[in-house]
């Protein structure tokens, strides 16, 4: 597919994309101040380490991005929540600072509103139970704040829910957890079901009467990494409605490089390329179906990125790749918004069932 093409396919079907750290990142590096991380200036943001500003966003077709609002599982309890808050706080600065080139959104109407403003969409995902504090109320709170979805775990368990990267201890979702599932279905938030065990994705899906997401997932069939997604779990998706937003982080894409991590990282670290990231997107459509795959890149929450998915402008390399390998221009507009939105839709992210 020709560069035109794929600049023509964007800006009708601009990426849609589930996951980025910016806001981490920017609490970590400069307090949030964005004097000092001015996302206007690409050569600032680069020598700060961060792959994400409004230009490269720009170029790389990026029209709606789930900002998360994360915090470490090393905070708990009231810690946790008041951390959440100030991720958000900066979230909000960050979008009312930046007004020309981003715009607030919650709904899917939101982001289609943004993009007629010629705006990229701004929405906030939690990414971790931890961060709810074991409370409904500050569940529903955090979506009254902007929040459009709850990972359940990040890399440690929560005492409703287990983790992917932890020693299972419920075997699943416990009775509370399940009752955080259904409230998010009633509120209109999100599932998201990456990081969390596999057991804890098949309950979930048990339990959710809406789509849920993989903000940042790819799968297990091709890189064998407990982050990624079984095939048994893609195929429910069909009936499911959700998504499995495809993530780049090299560890979850690469075998040899999650071989080389489960090893203790000696020397240095095996290549990922763009090829890798092609292998899960086609093996997410063969085994879930094409209106069951998005995209999650996790730019500035990782290290380092594959060759050709170095930094948010990476989003065209994909599409021209997969294009040659024979995606139409309607498979690739499924997969940067298309799927997704509708997920967002069905999911009660709309105008009708705000509070």
């Keep these: 597919m020709t560069d035109a093409r794929i600049d023509a396919l964007l800006r009708e079907h601009a990426v849609v994309d589930g996951h980025n750290d910016l806001l981490w990142l920017a609490r970590e590096q400069v307090g949030y101040d964005f004097d000092r991380l001015e996302i206007t200036d690409t050569e600032m943001c680069q020598s700060a380490g961060a792959h994400t500003d409004l230009p490269r966003l720009r170029a790389g077709g990026v029209g709606a991005q789930f900002w998360s609002v994360f915090v470490p599982a090393t905070l708990a309890g ?33 982001i289609e509103r943004a993009w007629q403003q010629g705006r990229i969409a701004s929405l906030m995902g939690a990414e971790g139970g931890h961060q709810i504090n074991e409370s409904l109320g500050t569940l529903r ?52 079901l990456s990081h969390v065990s596999a057991d804890v ?26 982050r990624n997604v079984p095939d048994d779990v893609l195929q429910r998706l069909s009936g499911n409605g959700g998504v499995c937003m495809v993530t780049f982080v090299p560890m979850f894409v690469n075998q040899a490089v999650r071989d080389w991590h489960a ?35 996790d730019y500035d929450g990782t290290d380092w990125l594959p060759q050709g998915l170095e930094d948010v402008t990476g989003y065209p390399r994909l599409l021209a790749a997969l ?32 509070e």
Aim: aromatic share 4%; net charge negative.
């Design 141 to 192: 709170m955090l979506h009254r704040l902007g929040v459009r979805y709850l990972t359940l775990t990040h890399n440690d368990n929560v005492p409703w829910a287990d983790s992917a990267t932890d020693e299972p201890v419920l075997g699943g979702l416990s009775d509370f957890g399940r009752e955080v599932v259904s409230e998010m279905n009633r509120i209109g938030m999100l599932v998201d």
């Design 323 to 354: 294009a040659d390998r024979g995606w139409s221009d309607d498979d690739l507009a499924r997969l940067t918004c298309r799927n997704v939105l509708r997920a967002m839709g069905d999911a009660g992210l709309t105008s009708e069932r705000q």
């Design 201 to 226: 994705m098949r309950q979930a899906l048990d339990v959710s009467t809406v789509p849920v997401i993989f903000s940042h997932s790819s799968a297990r069939a091709v890189c064998n990494h407990p």
């Design 263 to 297: 090893a203790g990282e000696e020397g240095e670290h095996p290549p990922a390329t763009l090829d890798d990231v092609v292998a899960h997107v086609e093996h997410v459509r063969e085994v879930a179906g094409v209106e069951h795959v998005g995209l999650g890149g």
């Design 78 to 110: 009231d810690e946790a929540v008041t951390a959440t808050l100030e991720q958000i706080d900066a979230g909000h600065t960050m979008i009312r600072r930046y007004a020309d080139d981003l715009a607030l959104a919650t709904t899917v109407e939101d």
